[in-house]
């Protein structure tokens, strides 16, 4: 178990009008959003995959995982951030990363039962930098076993049609 001397450093990003964090350590790196291919038969906030040196990644829209039906206007320069989870690399679009936070394990609060019953588990906690509130992002619990193996397979779909 951890001390309560730990620290973790987060990237705060903004979805639609939220602004959330992710733990740095499973990003690997941030790219402009240049378009994606469509999946047939994805769920609606699958956007598709996008090839990204040679291994394909799918795309996931933050904005129809976290607000269900929002028919807010796109960002004009999205950007991705590509991360790694327990379905493989997924790239996250968001509409604008903010900056890095560094704060102590023992700050992470538990996340309302009312925001993890209207979002499922998406959510780790509640975290404080300053004056500003975050959701601490779960991309464990962003995707049910089932979108994952479907994730996988349009992936290997993919890389198949790519070679």
């Not at 987060?10 to 992710?22: A, D, H």
């Not at 807010?72 to 991705?80: D, I, K």
């Not at 975290?127 to 076993?145: K, W, Y």
């Amino acid at each position: 178990m951890a001390d309560d001397n730990t620290q973790i450093r987060l990237i705060t990003f903004r979805v639609g009008p939220e602004t959330f964090v992710l733990d740095i350590m499973i990003l690997r790196q941030i790219i402009a959003y240049g378009g994606s291919t469509p999946v047939p038969k994805a769920p609606d906030f699958v956007e598709g995959i996008i090839v990204l040196r040679n291994e394909v990644v799918p795309l996931i829209d933050l904005r129809g995982r976290f607000f269900p039906g929002s028919t807010a206007a796109e960002e004009e320069y999205p950007l991705v951030l590509i991360t790694e989870s327990p379905a493989g690399l997924i790239g996250l679009k968001v509409d604008e990363v903010r900056r890095i936070v560094t704060i102590g394990l023992h700050e992470i609060l538990p996340a309302p039962k009312i925001v993890k019953g209207m979002h499922g588990d998406f959510f780790l906690g509640v975290v404080r930098s300053d004056d500003e509130v975050f959701m601490l992002v779960d991309i464990d619990s962003l995707l049910t076993t089932e979108e994952q193996n479907y994730l996988q397979d349009a992936v290997m779909v993919g890389a198949r049609k790519k070679s």
